[in-house]
């Protein structure tokens, strides 16, 4: 069988945001059933917030098994996702993942936004105009039809900035807000995708029935929310329980001592039917990490996509060879 290599440009080409809410969706609903596991995330970390990731999924019912790796550094990061056969250990391919890696990580916002946002909903604040927010307010409107976004960025010009990219990419009507708490009054969904390391969102900023995606905070030194948002929420979501106890400042500061973690559902039993919003529902939350299962449902997707399609490169499977032990090299 022959592997491929998957460029940045071909991933865009093949692949939309609808195909990867579908895929997560799919990937989720499978994981729910034990048709995937996932591989718990690992990372290292050094420097001034330079870290290496790495998580990874078994997916026993499609066949394949896969790896995603990356470097987070001040100057960006070069994504590898990696998909071998389950049964044989043969490469299949290998896909250049930063776009993918977005698309992901959108498509989860929108699975958590579809299942536990208000069906109502229609206005949405995004904290943070890097790498990630385009595709997260992109997201959110493919499952709730937005009719403003509200935007804000401790920079006046970044927020000014991605408002008026938000109108001309996505036909949204957007606007800066002045401050956090001006952002988020009364909107009925939140995203926080920042790098902040100091809680800026706090429950009392929230409007009764919002709906919270935070994405930002990943690593322990990183915060995005204070502790008193988790006593309005009657849902609180994860992508993987395990990676909150691990590596999320916030779900450790707020959990840790008291152990009640029965109350944080996997967003996959979500996606089962293990719950739903309630119309008296006050606050849902769901905190996504970044987790093999979604990363790779999107990438087998993307694989037959390519397949079908004859796109990426070929990749001879690579040679295996006998080491001669106790022989020094010439």
Same mark, same amino acid.
């Given at each position: 069988?022959?592997?491929? *290599? ?28 034990? %048709? ?9 970390? *050094? ?22 790796? *990356? ?61 990630? %927010? ?7 409107? %493919?499952?709730?039809?937005? &009719? ?36 988020? $009054? ?8 920042? &790098? ?56 450790? $500061? ?27 529902? $006050? ?48």
């Amino acid at each position: 069988m022959t592997a491929r *290599w998957i460029s940045e440009a071909e991933v865009a080409a093949v692949l939309d945001l609808r195909a990867a809410i579908a895929g997560v969706e799919a990937g989720l609903v499978a994981e729910a059933s034990g %048709a995937a596991e996932n591989m718990p995330k690992t990372h290292v970390q *050094w420097g001034d917030g330079n870290s290496l990731h790495a998580i990874g999924a078994v997916f026993t019912v499609s066949g394949i098994v896969g790896t995603k790796t *990356w470097v987070h550094t001040a100057e960006g990061a070069t994504p590898l996702l990696i998909l071998f056969d389950a049964d044989s250990g043969a490469l299949r391919a290998v896909i250049e993942a930063f776009a993918l890696g977005q698309l992901r990580t959108g498509a989860v916002s929108a699975v958590a936004t579809r299942w536990l946002a208000a069906e109502t909903a229609d206005e949405m604040a995004i904290i943070g105009t890097g790498r990630q %927010a385009l595709a997260q307010v992109a997201a959110v409107a %493919a499952v709730r039809p937005l &009719r403003a976004v509200r935007v804000f960025s401790p920079t006046a010009a970044h927020r000014e900035a991605f408002a008026a990219r938000v109108s001309d990419e996505l036909g949204l009507a957007a606007r800066a807000a002045g401050s956090v708490a001006e952002a988020v $009054d009364g909107a009925p969904l939140v995203t926080l995708a920042t &790098r902040a390391r100091q809680p800026f969102l706090r429950a009392a900023m929230l409007a009764r029935g919002a709906h919270v995606n935070a994405i930002g905070a990943i690593t322990p030194e990183r915060v995005e929310f204070s502790g008193d948002v988790f006593a309005r929420c009657g849902i609180v979501a994860v992508d993987s329980v395990p990676a909150v106890q691990g590596l999320s400042r916030e779900f450790r $500061d707020h959990y840790g001592s008291r152990g009640d973690w029965n109350t944080v559902m996997p967003l996959s039993q979500i996606v089962a039917g293990a719950a739903r919003r309630k119309p008296a529902t $006050d606050l849902t939350l769901c905190k996504a990490m970044g987790v093999g299962v979604s990363d790779v449902a999107v990438a087998i997707e993307l694989m037959s996509r390519a397949e079908r399609t004859g796109r990426g490169r070929p990749l001879a499977q690579p040679e295996q060879v006998t080491v001669k032990w106790g022989r020094s090299p010439k």
